[in-house]
């Protein structure tokens, strides 16, 4: 008898649970549990796991029984992207397929022939790790094919790791019972991190996982302050992270100083310019093709290189944010529509002229600067970021020019547009409040309900401070008067921005 892919028998484990006997009564218990489903305490765990994330992405639960995981979201009115169930028991899925049709459900194992790595933002294990034999590989799995989040549903717990038994439907199947700090250790091999834990029932909990995100950001002493404010800001929105800094201050008092005293890896991690100008000498500013760049023109230059050797050194996607960029709310909206893209860009989401809106218009500014903001930039495919270091190499000016095949280029933004032609698949995202500047404010309400701001329908997620100029005395340049800022949006902005980097 030949052991199945969890390596254990198949008669003792899957055969026991492709029952449909089995899946008709589970069936029968959750159809009675769902009318009161706030009343039963691991529903409403499974569902603020999940909310828990404010991802709105794609969802695999591995172990979904007869589908009752997707009944529970509904209910709890928990918005995902796409649903996906996957169960060894065949009767179970066909229950799923007859219940809710519109989503993917599948009968088998999460091996790499079903599942590929990387391809789903939630992955959910809906009570498999109690019973499956060799559970560290089981964990492994779904750590390959998550995105960001695993959610461990219903784990039954203890003082130390230990084998025991469960019965229910008429039978008794062999089980483990966990020590929370086992499973954190297993997680951690995998880079995962604790997010949040609550009681399901008995002695089961239902934990929270994430992998960390990295951004990355670079800035001289001048915009330390704000790039200080990123950071915090981070840290409150988009936990777990790491943030990778460019240093134009090489490691210097004002760059940790404004990051804040209790700064420690592998939150941020520095990189001076030296070191970096070291390892790239195709990038000192004597060695760049065409008339002498900047100073702010060389750090444009440098921004994409710097991109790609954190993910080359990290193996991991990252998201470039520009250091006056600030986190209002989370990040994971922006990241779920991403979804498993190789590259995701922000638009500028200029008004229309017709609109008759204050500020700048598609007509009048997009031609030079392009319909596509380089504030924020997701990479998941090295190739690209490569791409864009090396387009930036060969000219990165503050101007508007037109390249040698004929195509307007300005900095390092209108590249984005080139790379959105040359790779397919590259996402653009459509929230407007994903990513709002100063250029695009008139064109949805402003507005906060209790302590977040809205932008339109959704909460904002960044903002972009992009040209904002502080005076001596509180005399400060909000940004260009061409984007005719409000008094009422400087309040819910600006007021306490400033406030926070002036500190």
Known sequence: MQPDYWGIN??????????????????AIVERQLSAWQ?????????????STECQGSVLE????????????????????SYAGIDVSEPAIDICKRMHPEDAWTAGRIDDRVVPARSEDIVIDGSCLLHVEDWKGHLERLCGISRRWVILHRVP????????????????????????GDIATEMRRHDFQLTATASADGESVTMVYARPRHFVSYADAA????????????????????????????????????????????????????????EHPELRPENLPGPERSRVEHMWTCGPRFIADVMEGEGEPVCYLDADVFAFASLEPMFAEIGGAPAGFVGHNFARKADGLPGPTAESHAP???????GACYFADPAIAARWAEMCRLWCNDRVELDPTGRIRYADQRYLEFLVDEFPGIHVVKEPAAHVGPWSLHTRSLHKRGEVIYFGDKPLALFHFSALRLGPHGVDQLSRPE???TDEQARLLYQDYIKEIRQ
């Open 39 to 51: 009343a039963v305490p691991h529903f409403t765990a499974f569902a603020a796991a999940v909310r």
């Open 483 to 485: 984007y005719e800022i």
């Open 10 to 27: 198949v008669t003792t484990w899957a055969d026991q649970w492709n029952d449909g006997r089995i899946a008709r009564e589970q069936r």
């Open 368 to 374: 030079f600067f392009g319909s596509l903001n380089v």
């Open 223 to 278: 915009y330390a302050s704000r790039l200080g404010a990123l950071y915090r800001s981070l840290r409150r929105h988009a936990q777990p992270c790491v943030l990778h800094v460019l240093d134009w201050s090489d490691g210097g008092m004002p760059m940790r100083r404004h990051l804040g005293g209790d700064l420690t890896p592998p939150d941020v991690v520095f990189y001076p310019h030296s070191e970096f100008m070291a």
């Open 157 to 180: 717990v203890a003082v130390d790791t230990h084998r025991w038994t469960t019965s229910g439907y008429g039978r008794t199947f062999d089980a483990w019972k966990f020590s929370e």
């Open 62 to 81: 591995v172990g979904c029984g007869p589908g009752h995981g997707r009944d529970i979201l509904r209910l709890a009115k928990v918005e995902v992207k």
